[in-house]
């Protein structure tokens, strides 16, 4: 390569992350990337189920997983200061 970066895309989960939040990368039939963040709640039958935080539950085949890693738990929604309070 000259003079550019090339991300290595690794998948570091496993179906022992089950119950953590992950970060996945797919690639979709139109070979566009499409990133997926959430719990994941089940891995089984080649299938990851993951939980985005609004409630969806998107399946993805694990074929089409190009990366994948665990990632931090969502941090508290921001809470907004009540009328009157200094803000």
């Known amino acids: 390569m ?3 970066f090339a ?4 998948v570091s989960i496993s179906r022992a992350d ?5 970060s996945l ?3 979709l039939p139109t ?3 499409s990133d997926v963040v959430g719990v994941l709640e089940s ?6 189920r993951v939980r985005r935080r609004d409630g969806e539950v998107v399946e993805v085949p694990e074929g089409i997983v190009v990366a994948g890693k665990v990632v ?5 929604p921001r809470r ?3 009328t009157g309070e200094p803000g």
């Open 31 to 33: 070979g566009e990337y």
């Open 80 to 82: 907004r200061p009540r």
């Open 2 to 4: 000259t003079g550019r």
């Open 72 to 76: 931090p738990p969502q941090p508290p």
């Open 25 to 27: 990368r797919r690639r």
């Open 43 to 48: 891995w089984a039958a080649g299938t990851l």
């Open 7 to 10: 991300a290595r895309l690794v």
């Open 18 to 22: 089950v119950g953590q939040r992950v």
